[in-house]
């Protein structure tokens, strides 16, 4: 069984950083493209990022671009999001999520629970 257990969430003032980590455990982690989502109360769940296996394509929102970088390091079946400039904007639920292929364009089987981002003054 697949589990993925996000970490590293909390509160950061606007200008603050922000380290989310995602461990993944049930599969053989470098096989699989994984996601960063965010979910914001009243809107549909947004892609932030996302990551190929081998590390060599990804992918940021126009918003994240520039602020945000998505790493993963297959030896300890961890994902991360390193989150910089934040803004009020970013605040959200932050899911990590596990793709079928490879690929960051193949469609996503798997969710932890969350961690909770606010970037507040």
């Known amino acids: 069984q697949v589990q993925l257990v996000e970490s590293g969430g909390g509160l950061a003032q606007p200008g603050g950083s922000l380290r989310l980590s995602c461990v993944a455990s049930?599969?053989?982690?470098?096989?699989?493209?994984k996601t960063w989502d965010r979910q914001v109360p009243g809107k549909e769940l947004e892609w932030v990022s996302g990551i190929s296996s081998d590390v060599r394509v990804t992918y940021y929102t126009g918003a994240a671009k520039g602020r945000f970088t998505i790493s993963r390091d297959n030896a300890k079946n961890t994902v991360y999001l390193e989150m910089n400039s934040l803004k009020p904007e970013d605040t959200g639920l932050y899911y990590c999520?596990?793709?079928?292929?490879?690929?960051?364009?193949?469609?996503?089987?798997?969710w932890g629970r969350g961690t909770l981002v606010t970037i507040s003054s």
């Open positions: 999520a596990k793709h079928l292929t490879y690929s960051i364009a193949s469609s996503l089987d798997s």
């Open positions: 049930g599969l053989t982690f470098g096989n699989y493209a």
